[in-house]
């Protein structure tokens, strides 16, 4: 593609190389912002700048705070309950349910051997540091992860690196959605959710 | 939705005034220059503040141009030719296809009440006094305009604007698009490129 202009040309480049944007997405995105407010462009390359030269990590749950009150350390939390989650927009995801007040860890992806990502370089052995060291007791771990094959790798891997303690390990129920079709289920999914089925509760 | 940081919140608000871009799609994009390296973000952010601070529009022809040799005042070009379009990107469409050498003129959008936008707020005075003031005589406009009420209003207008000129007025061929199907085509396209059929060569 020709651009009128090299201004244009480096600034797609730049934004195309953005997750799922395209060189005409981000033409139209360049364009956009030349029809735009001169400070609508600047706020949102500062916002940029800012969001990746200051946020920092957590250092005990590894999820995103700039500051030192992270969730992991305030008071209303449950803190025998650890969440562990593949990244941070699943400890969003888990917050916004309302249904959970543990803590969370942040492994940073999972086991997935393709992508040449190995249990080194996931967050794993911080998890067991973190479980040794826990002021208080750490009663049950959750595993919240994806499930895929690489989900369910991670899940082994953790589950048999966590043997030696005396903890509950849980896994998040795999199951027909509430809404879904069971005639639309696929069969594993469906064939899961008759296995690990619970008992009927009327409340 | 409850973000675990600030500067993750900003940045996702900045990111979704983009067009076409909601919460989530921002969210994913602001992990993802997290995840990055730190350079790509200050190349993106330069990017877009040096485009929108630099760039400059040709004050003939309305097209992009940060330099003073715009496309309207290279000598290859045709100059008895004026296409007129709704914007930049209709520019490089037409560019892109290798069938016109001739000027461009950009308008800036189309007439649309709807929108608040009537011909004063269009580059289409501009074109008037451009045709007046050209060095060597301009023997043709061609309207390529987008086949809707606003741009059917728009060539409409400027045909009405330049009656006392010396020129031909054309627009570009409304038809099937070539590999489409006779059978899917709507009835005023079909209707329209029978009007407007043309002698058949065998070349």
Chains 1, 2 share one sequence.
Do not use: W
């Amino acid at each position: 593609m020709e651009y009128p202009s090299k201004l244009i040309e480096e600034a797609v480049n730049e934004i195309s190389k953005l997750p799922g944007i395209g060189k005409k997405t981000a033409l139209r995105l360049a364009l956009h912002l030349l029809k735009s407010k001169e400070s609508d462009t600047e706020q949102l390359s500062e916002a940029l700048i800012k969001l990746r030269k200051e946020t920092r990590y957590c250092g005990t749950c590894h999820v995103i705070s700039h500051t030192t009150d992270c969730t992991c350390r305030t008071i209303k939390t449950d803190t025998s309950l650890i969440c562990v989650v593949e990244d941070t927009p699943d400890v969003m995801a888990i917050q916004n349910t309302g249904q959970y007040n543990g803590m969370f860890h942040v492994l940073g992806g999972v086991i997935s051997p393709i992508d040449g990502i190995g249990p080194d370089e996931l967050k794993i052995e911080s998890l067991v540091q973190r479980i040794q060291n826990a002021p208080e007791e750490i009663k049950e771990i959750v595993l919240a992860l994806s499930p895929t094959m690489e989900g369910d790798t991670t899940a082994f891997y953790i589950t048999k690196k966590l043997k030696d303690f005396n903890l509950k390990i849980t896994t998040i129920a795999r199951g027909i959605p509430i809404g879904g079709e069971l005639e639309y289920a696929d069969e594993v999914t469906l064939g899961r959710s008759i296995m690990t089925r619970s008992v009927y509760s009327a409340d």
